[in-house]
Nanobody, 122 residues
Framework: QVQLVESGGGLVEAGGSLRLSCAAS????????MGWFRQAPGKERDFVAAISRSGGRTDYADSVKGRFTISRDNAQNTVYLQMNSLKPEDSAVYYCAGRGTWSSKAAEYEYWGQGTQVTVSS
């Protein structure tokens, strides 16, 4: 089985930045497409960003394009989400997830972390 552990969440002011990290167990990290999702109270779990196995392909939700950047370091078994120009509407629990093939749908991802809270104040 695969274990994913997120870190880096916290409380920031609007316009600020956070960098989330997701550390994965196992020696097959490079075989997984990795994604970030977020869920606010009363809302569904929404796609934020995804990155291919080698890092050559990325995709972002329209709401975060130009502000968020997903990256990965396969040697460190870690995927990152750099979040800049944060807005109050970005407040949510952020989840790291993995699967074997490309997807932007939460239901299709196989492995999930426990999430990390991001709160952006006005």
């Amino acid at each position: 089985q695969v274990q994913l552990v997120e870190s880096g969440g916290g409380l920031v002011e609007a316009g600020g930045s956070l960098r989330l990290s997701c550390a994965a167990s196992g020696r097959t990290f490079s075989s997984y497409v990795m994604g970030w999702f977020r869920q606010a109270p009363g809302k569904e779990r929404d796609f934020v960003a995804a990155i291919s196995r080698s890092g050559g392909r990325t995709d972002y939700a329209d709401s975060v394009k130009g502000r968020f950047t997903i990256s990965r370091d396969n040697a460190q078994n870690t995927v990152y989400l750099q979040m800049n120009s944060l807005k109050p509407e970005d407040s949510a629990v952020y989840y790291c997830a993995g699967r074997g093939t490309w997807s932007s749908k939460a239901a299709e991802y196989e492995y999930w972390g426990q999430g990390t809270q991001v709160t952006v104040s006005s």
